[in-house]
């Protein structure tokens, strides 16, 4: 869904059911499209955990756990009562193969298992998304539907997933071929876990959605595939606050209606909506005060879903409160998590009333044992653009693309600065 993911210079941005003991049985079976099964040993699944309730699947913001300085999941939590995220995104590495971010091979990976079971321990769960904006997809190298399934439920065997979004767009949702499989893999994970939530993303205009997204529509039907909602992304596409963002949720309801022929409330109990806060990439704003307009909106209207991109950039930026787009940062002014705090409400729940806190980060640059550090030191305030040197604790680093506030250790290995080895 979301622009800002790691395979893009662009860092802002780049969704009913509950799961059953078949669904249970499944995962732990890794069964996959016509029968066939991953064989696991005891170590290779994260233990599965009872489903939430759809609607916090339908509420989970968007985070990606390991890049743009990701924030704890559980203080956010705390400070918010949100109890589902969803973690961004899975790509293919080559060969058929998902990984985060499309480098890290969900095989060996041992980093999101601790994410999950920390927000698990607290009683919340996830979802995982798969495409995003940019790299590259499943659904363009798998080959076929069968064959894009199996590597997906090789996602939701690993983590115990209840939840999974497809986030279908560009340069994927152009591609005829890569969206039957998409398309395809998404009916033959609905068949195959049982209670699996499934939502689908895909890019928002102020005519709905594009002739793209009318395609993908029209290729679900001809597939005979209904997830638990269609959702549109209504921002960097000529959006100019909330009012803009409803006149295409109910311009993206008459196409589903025409497409599926469904009448107007089977249409929005079937469709969702996924905003990006603060500053988008096309430097639209979208503030607290619009949050809340869609949320009214949506709760008027029984809207399926409402999340947003991303619970990374739920904070206000250090120094300057707009400094332009970031991915850690909303550049709009706010106290940390206020959009999550809209998302809880959607799902049902009161947030929490006393204010979070929060540690800035520090822009100091520790010296390692052996070596002077002679580039400058990282700041949280300042803003670096491509190839930019820092320092950060006895390590050199450069910037990718552009940046501001991502600290350098939390950049992951697909992130934003590269780690360019010891002063």
Not at 167 to 176: A, R, V
């Amino acid at each position: 869904m979301e622009r800002a993911t790691t395979d893009s210079p662009a860092p802002g941005r780049h969704r009913r059911r509950r799961g059953t003991a078949a669904a249970a049985a499944v995962a732990a079976l890794g069964l996959l499209a016509g029968g066939a099964t991953i064989a696991l040993s005891s170590g290779d699944a994260l233990a599965a955990t009872d489903a939430l309730g759809s609607n916090w699947y339908a509420s989970a913001p968007y985070l990606m756990p390991e890049d743009n300085s990701p924030p704890d999941p559980a203080a956010v939590m705390d400070a918010t009562g949100q109890k589902a995220f969803q973690l961004a995104f899975i790509l293919d590495s080559g060969g058929c193969n998902p990984a985060w971010g499309g480098t890290s091979s969900i095989d060996t990976d041992t980093a999101m298992p601790a994410v999950i079971q920390k927000i698990r321990a607290k009683g919340g769960d996830v979802s995982v998304s798969v495409g995003g904006y940019g790299g590259n997809k499943l659904g363009q190298g798998c080959g076929t539907p069968e064959a894009t399934a199996a590597g997906y439920q090789k996602v939701i065997t690993k983590y115990g997933l209840k939840a999974i979004d497809f986030d279908l767009e560009e340069p994927e949702y152009e591609n005829t071929a890569a969206i039957h499989n998409e398309i395809g893999a998404a009916r033959i994970l609905q068949q195959n876990n049982p209670g699996l939530y499934i939502s689908i993303t895909t890019a928002g205009t102020t005519s709905g959605t594009g002739w793209f997204g009318t395609q993908m529509l029209n290729e679900a039907k001809s597939q005979g595939f209904t997830p638990n909602n269609f959702s549109i992304m209504p921002f960097d596409g000529g959006f100019n606050g909330a009012a803009s963002q409803t006149d295409a949720l109910v311009k993206f309801n008459q196409i589903l209606q025409t497409t599926f022929g469904w009448n107007e409330a089977t249409a929005y109990a079937h469709e969702g909506v996924s905003m990006m806060n603060g500053r988008t990439d096309a430097a639209e704003y979208f503030k607290q005060a619009d949050f809340q307009a869609v949320l009214d909106f949506a709760t008027a209207h029984k809207l399926a879903r409402y999340t947003f991109w991303s619970v990374n950039r739920d904070r206000q930026c250090a120094g300057t409160v707009d400094p332009g787009l970031s991915g850690a940062c909303s550049s709009v002014a706010q106290s940390d998590w206020d959009f999550t705090k809209y998302t809880v409400k959607f799902a049902g729940a009161t947030p929490p009333t006393k204010p979070p806190t929060s540690t800035p980060p520090t822009s100091s640059s520790p010296t390692a044992p052996g070596g002077t550090c002679t580039d400058p030191a990282w700041s949280a305030t300042t803003t670096y653009v491509a190839n930019n040197k820092v320092s950060y604790q006895g390590h050199k680093y450069h910037a990718k693309w552009w940046t501001l506030n991502e600290v350098p250790t939390a950049s992951g290995q697909w992130g934003v600065w590269a780690d360019d080895g010891p002063c």
